[in-house]
């Protein structure tokens, strides 16, 4: 039976449209593969994104008791957060809204060769 490790960061400093650039780098690959890819990433959303996934990684070795090289990323996803809205005033008395977007990202790790459990049949 596998197990679903799951991960999330919350409130992610970075809108989700960036932070989908690189999480789009290591769908599916193997946990240690998508760490060395993350750390040679020069996008600012890889430091958080490889957080999580060492998060995930250590969760599964340490509390589930599974061996970490067989651990790949199954499902990572980044979702809109709240949108905090600053304000800048411009010429003539306006208005100038900054919209500060945030996002949540969600990683789900899996073991290779582990199938997954069946759902109940009915009779």
Do not use: C
């Not at 679903?4 to 409130?11: E, L, T, V, Y």
């Amino acid at each position: 039976m596998a197990q679903d490790i799951r991960a999330k960061a919350s409130d992610v400093g970075i809108s989700a449209q960036k932070v989908r650039l690189v999480i789009d780098l290591v769908r599916g690959k193997d946990v240690a593969e998508a760490l060395n890819i993350l750390k040679f990433t020069t996008n600012l959303a890889a430091k958080p994104v490889s957080k999580l996934v060492a998060s995930a990684a250590a969760n599964a070795t340490k509390n589930m008791g599974l061996n970490g090289e067989d651990l790949y990323i199954h499902t990572i996803t980044a979702d809109e957060a709240r949108t905090r809205k600053w304000r800048r005033f411009g010429a003539r008395g306006r208005f100038k809204p900054w919209l500060r977007r945030a996002s949540h990202v969600t990683v789900i790790l899996r073991e290779r060769g582990a199938e997954p459990a069946a759902p109940a049949k009915k009779s």
